[in-house]
Each structure stands twice: as structure tokens, then as C-alpha cells.
């Protein structure tokens, strides 16, 4: 229960935030997503944030932290789906989302990622896991 | 309602939306009241061990709106100018909180004092 899922889908990792995080939620997704860019050699991280309501200086510096050591392991972060009551609020608030990429939706934001990915870096055959055949 | 620990908090603020949709806030201020009112519970948990807080309804004319009062026994803030400002912080984070809150609210209000504790409160108008 205490997990948000990590999808993988070919060099990419995707997760769909669904829940009003708290805080330990959040530092185990922060800490999962880097273990998992680093174990699959990802190329890019996908954050769906359109199901949340709020994002507060706690969170939004965990999707700070998730891009800045993404980053360091090669990886590109986009946040998408922010709601555009969420994008007043953070600016008022005062939040910098430094490094923090973002697009209106996952399709916008999967061509983001692909556009930010250097050609030839990544496993473009592999499409839905991470089976590879010889 | 009391809130001492991190699980506490998104409880909270489902109430504080509740509270928000019964006097018909628009969704943009109900979205600067409820990150305001999570910048402030967090403060009340990391600084000061956790807290009270009390939702009202307030009414100025015609205007409705929400009051919010966080009061803690915890330490205090020694510096509260220092405090109000951004990027003061000395729990080594962003230092957003007060002040972002400030700005995210109609009405705020910070009295503390060192060794007793701190009462923040805040009103967001419905159409402030
Ligand atoms: N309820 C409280 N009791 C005691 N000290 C507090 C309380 N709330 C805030 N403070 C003090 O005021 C400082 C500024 O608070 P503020 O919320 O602006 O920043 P922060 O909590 O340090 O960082 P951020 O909120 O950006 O994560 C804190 O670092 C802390 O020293
Ligand atoms: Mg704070």
C-alpha cells in the first residue's frame, strides 16, 4: 500500500501519482525512482502529477530532487498534468522547480523526452519491458 | 483538530477543503489556502512536535472565508523577522514556508514567543 508503481516503458520510467502524497510516501518514491534509474540505465523520467491537488515546498522539492539526481545518472525528469490552480499557487508560493521540466500531458511530455535524449543513447527496440532477445 | 504526526497532515487537509467547498471558495483559493495551511503543519511538526488547530468560518459583509489558527507549545521562533523572510531557514531547507504562506493568504498573523510556543493564524476570503 505504502507504493506508488513505477512503470517502465522502453527507456523511460513512468509514474502516475494518484494519491495526496505524505511525506514518507514521497521520500520512498524520490528513493525508489533513483534506484530504478540506476538499475535499468533509464533515459528519462515521466512524473504524472495531473491527479494532484496540492504541492507544497515538501513536494515540490522532491520532484527537485528526483530531476537533480536523475541528472547526475543521465537520466532527463519532465513532471506532467500539473493543474493550472497547482502552477499559481507554486509561483505565488515562491517555489523554484529548478531543473524541473514540465508538459501538459504524457503524450507531450513522452515527445519532450524523446527530443532531450541525444540519438543512439537509448534502447529505442525495446518497447513494453525489458526482454531483449539475441 | 490535533495533528502530531506526518500521517495527520492530508487528513487535515481534506477538512480544511471540506470546509473550503461548504462556503463555495473557488478552486484557485482553495488550492493557496490548503498549501498554505500544509507549509504551516509542517513547520508545527518539525519545529515544535506537533500542535492544535482550529478550522472556523469567518464572515466580513458579505465575504465568507476560512480562518485557520495553528497553535504549538514547541520552542518558539527567537527571530521572527528573520523568520517572515525568504530563504531564512534553520532546518537547512528553502525557508518558503512562512513567507510563501504569507503570501498565499489574505490575513496572517505570527505570535510567538521563545521557550512557550508559537499561534499562526490565517484567513483566506472566499473571494479575497
Ligand atoms: N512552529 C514553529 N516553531 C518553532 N520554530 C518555527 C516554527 N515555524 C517556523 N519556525 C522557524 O522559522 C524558520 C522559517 O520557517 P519556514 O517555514 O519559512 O522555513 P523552513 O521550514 O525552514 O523551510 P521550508 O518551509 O521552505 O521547508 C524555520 O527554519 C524555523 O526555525
Ligand atoms: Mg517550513
Redesign the pocket.
Known amino acids: 500500500m505504502d507504493k506508488i508503481p513505477i512503470l517502465k516503458m522502453g527507456s523511460f520510467l513512468l509514474v502516475t501519482i494518484q494519491v495526496d502524497l505524505y511525506d514518507r510516501l514521497a521520500l520512498n518514491l524520490e528513493a525508489d525512482l533513483i534506484r530504478m534509474v540506476d538499475k535499468t540505465g533509464a533515459k528519462g523520467v515521466l512524473i504524472d502529477i495531473s491527479a494532484v491537488n496540492i504541492v507544497d ?2 513536494m515540490g ?1 522532491i520532484l527537485g530532487n528526483i530531476a537533480s539526481m536523475s541528472r547526475i545518472l543521465d537520466a532527463q525528469t519532465v513532471v506532467v498534468g500539473m493543474q493550472p490552480a497547482v502552477a499559481i499557487t507554486l509561483v505565488e508560493l515562491g517555489l523554484p522547480l529548478n531543473g524541473v521540466r514540465t508538459a501538459l500531458n504524457v503524450e507531450k511530455g513522452m515527445a519532450l523526452l524523446q527530443s532531450m535524449i541525444p540519438p543512439g543513447s537509448g534502447d529505442e527496440e525495446i518497447t513494453e519491458d525489458d526482454h531483449i532477445s539475441v | 483538530m490535533a495533528v502530531v504526526k506526518e500521517q495527520d497532515v492530508v487528513p487535515f487537509r481534506n477538512r480544511v477543503r471540506e470546509y473550503a467547498v461548504k462556503i463555495k471558495m473557488g478552486l484557485v483559493n482553495q488550492t493557496k489556502l490548503i498549501t498554505a495551511a500544509s ?1 504551516l503543519v ?3 511538526l ?3 512536535n506537533g500542535g492544535k488547530i482550529r478550522i472556523e468560518i469567518v464572515t466580513k459583509g458579505r465575504d465568507n472565508g476560512i480562518r485557520l489558527t495553528f497553535a ?1 507549545t ?4 527567537s527571530n521572527i523577522d528573520l ?1 517572515m523572510k525568504d530563504g ?4 537547512k ?8 504562506a504569507k503570501r498565499l493568504v489574505n490575513e496572517f498573523n505570527i505570535q ?1 514567543e521563545t521557550g512557550k510556543g ?1 499561534t499562526v493564524t490565517i484567513i483566506k476570503w472566499s473571494n479575497g
Open positions: 515546498s515538501f522539492r | 507549509e509542517r513547520n508545527m518539525r519545529y515544535a504549538d514547541g520552542p518558539g521562533i523568520a531564512y531557514s534553520t532546518g531547507s528553502l525557508g518558503l514556508g512562512l513567507p510563501g510567538t508559537t
